[in-house]
């Protein structure tokens, strides 16, 4: 079992920067593949960014060049860079810890990200 929570959302200009966070507790960190993926208003949940256990990472076409993902095993954290916001980056953001070809799936509660002048 994994709890994990966000945090670091909030209202910010477009072309504006902010930092999400997402502390991970009750399992081996380490081990699982953490993503994050939003869900804009009216919208599906969609992937944003990945990093995989041996750091590796992937994004979706959209945040490419903007968001950098990264992760932290000795603090159990993984980390969302947005740089460049636009207004269709309006989304609550979840936090996903996955142990690769498992059915262990762990979602956080979300936290609100508002780009708006």
């Known amino acids: 079992q994994v709890h994990l929570v966000e945090s670091g959302g909030g209202l910010v200009q477009p072309g504006g920067s902010l930092r999400l966070s997402c502390a991970a507790s009750g399992s081996i960190f380490s081990i699982y593949a953490m993503g994050w993926y939003r869900q804009g208003p009216g919208k599906r949940r969609e992937l944003v960014a990945t990093?995989?256990?041996?750091?590796?990472?992937n994004y979706a076409d959209s945040v490419k060049g903007r968001f950098t993902i990264s992760r932290d095993n000795a603090k159990n954290t993984v980390y969302l860079q947005m740089n460049s916001l636009k207004p269709e980056d309006t989304a609550v953001y979840y936090c996903?810890?996955?142990?690769?070809?498992?059915?262990?799936?762990?979602w956080g509660q979300g936290t609100q990200v508002t780009v708006s002048s």
């Open positions: 996903n810890a996955q142990l690769p070809a498992t059915p262990h799936d762990y």
């Open positions: 990093v995989t256990r041996g750091g590796s990472t």
